[in-house]
């Protein structure tokens, strides 16, 4: 079982940037892909950003060049390092760990508006 802690979310100006964090409790975290997704009132959960167990990436094209996933697995955290966000971003993120299984974190909202 693996527990996703999501932190970071908030109100940013347009913009602006917000770093967003998941902590797991997974006792081999190194070998999960990880994932960011983000759901918007009256939209479908969409995938924003990936990082696999041996550290690739892969984002969404609204996302490509202002967001950035990264990793410590000695620490058990996964981050989205999010720039020059747009009202567009605005949504509930939520962090995804898959290996065999998967698990969701509860989602953090994060606002862009001025």
């Known amino acids: 079982q693996v527990q996703l802690v999501e932190s970071g979310g908030g109100l940013v100006q347009p913009g602006g940037s917000l770093r967003l964090s998941c902590a797991a409790s997974?006792?081999?975290?190194?070998?999960?892909?990880m994932e960011w997704y983000r759901q918007a009132p009256g939209k479908e959960r969409e995938l924003v950003a990936a990082?696999?167990?041996?550290?690739?990436?892969n984002y969404a094209d609204s996302v490509k060049g202002r967001f950035t996933i990264s990793r410590d697995n000695a620490k058990n955290m996964v981050y989205l390092q999010m720039n020059r966000l747009k009202p567009e971003d605005t949504a509930v993120y939520y962090c995804?760990?898959?290996?065999?299984?998967?698990?969701w974190g509860q989602g953090t909202q994060v606002t862009v508006s001025s």
């Open positions: 995804h760990a898959y290996y065999r299984s998967d698990y």
């Open positions: 990082i696999t167990s041996g550290g690739s990436t």
């Open positions: 997974a006792r081999f975290f190194s070998i999960y892909a």
